[in-house]
């Protein structure tokens, strides 16, 4: 009688364990990493292997070096979806400038089906300053994760300091709505003086030049197309005879195509005479 219940005893155990293997087997939507509150570092310009969870997201965190301010680009290879629920979109990054994921600081969201570069909008991102993925899955994923930096240079907080009279080689990357780059000059003591910008493009561009810090304020007559010549020079005399001395001006450099490139180009400002 005894043999006989254990018997029984062992055939409900095993039961048990098959519909609980069974059971796990058919919940298992895969792994994400980092969360919210503990995003995993990625180091611009190195791969990094990593997988999301059907349903599930993942979080990244990765810093601009102090030099680095410009527009950033995020390449997802070898991406593999299994179990995917849709038939347009395995993976949707978005990209955060605060560390709560917050919608307010949502800077740019782009989907992709199968391993692609995403651009952010080709915004420019500040130097030193930490920015935030999150990475939502359709399906049980793995993928490789690469951040580098893209072709256009500074940004509104950190524009890239051009010297009086010396060359510059630069380059822009975007379109006519997206990709800018930023630049910031001082003028020399003088009370006032007219300026040039001499640029040779491979690209027609549109130059524009502010007064302030936020890049909002267009000085005079200075919204310029640079078209695409040799040798452009362009003359930035502001709104009276000329631009203020012992002043900070700031310069936005932008392409004007409908498709996105990469537009190079040298640029140098001098006072004239």
């Not at 599930?56 to 299994?82: H, N, R």
């Not at 695409?228 to 450099?253: E, H, K, Q, V, W």
């Amino acid at each position: 009688m005894k043999v006989f219940y254990y018997l029984v005893f062992v055939l409900i155990i095993g039961s048990c364990s098959v519909e609980s293997e069974e059971t796990s087997t058919a919940t298992d939507y895969g792994t994400s990493d980092g969360s919210a509150s503990s995003p995993v570092d990625l180091t611009v310009g190195t791969a990094k292997e990593g997988s999301f969870a059907k349903y599930g997201s993942s979080y990244y965190k990765f810093t601009p070096s102090s030099t680095g301010a410009g527009s950033y680009k995020l390449a997802i290879g070898s991406l593999s979806v299994s179990d995917s629920w849709s038939s347009s979109s395995s993976v949707t990054t978005s990209l955060y400038s605060d560390s709560g994921y917050s919608t307010s600081n949502l800077l740019a969201s782009e989907s992709c089906l199968a391993s692609c570069t995403l651009n952010f909008n080709y915004q420019g991102l500040d130097n030193s300053s930490t920015y935030y993925l999150k990475i939502y899955g359709y399906g049980k994923g793995t993928y490789s994760l690469t951040v580098s930096q893209g072709g256009s240079e500074g940004s509104k907080n950190n524009p890239v300091v051009l010297t009086v009279g010396t060359l510059h080689s630069g380059k822009v990357e975007g379109t006519n709505y997206y990709g800018k780059s930023y630049y910031k000059f001082t003028t020399a003591d003088e009370d006032e003086t007219n300026y040039t910008l001499t640029m040779t493009n491979t690209d027609s561009m549109d130059c524009d030049l502010f007064s302030d810090f936020g890049f909002s304020t267009l000085v005079g007559s200075t919204n310029n197309g640079c078209t695409a010549d040799d040798n452009l020079t362009a003359t930035f005399s502001g709104s009276g005879s000329g631009l203020s001395g012992s002043t900070t001006y700031y310069l936005r450099i932008e392409g004007t195509s409908t498709t996105a490139k990469t537009s190079t180009y040298t640029i140098k400002v001098a006072a004239e005479g």
